[in-house]
């Protein structure tokens, strides 16, 4: 089993964001704007969704690395820390899945 995490793939994500768009797709990705970054997100989620209606599992993995990475991208462009994101998942922990989108729904 892997020891990679998401945590190490957002610290690779900060490094190639602080270099040049010549030699890293990610600082590209960043210089087109937020706008450019959540498009791609949709792109890559989309072709997540349309892997999963397939029957390869191996492609079903790749476009889900590829879906996180381009959120953990989306979430470097509106400096929204991955921690943060943990909070509220970890908030949501100690709420059943029905009750806490219940709880939205009246909010």
Do not use: W
Not at 6 to 30: C, F, N, P, Q, W
Not at 34 to 54: L, R
């Amino acid at each position: 089993m892997s020891r990679f995490s998401l945590h190490d793939l957002a610290s690779i994500i900060d490094a190639r964001a602080a270099s040049s768009g010549e030699v890293s797709y990610t600082r590209k990705l960043l210089d087109k704007g937020s706008e450019h970054c959540a498009k791609k997100f949709g792109e890559e989620a989309v072709e997540t969704v349309i892997a999963a209606i397939g029957d390869d599992r191996d492609h079903l993995i790749a476009e889900s690395a590829d879906t996180l990475f381009h959120l953990l991208v989306l979430l470097k462009s509106r400096g929204v820390r991955l921690d943060e994101v943990e909070a509220v998942l970890e908030k949501r922990t100690g709420t059943s899945g029905l009750e806490e989108k219940a709880a939205r729904k009246r909010d």
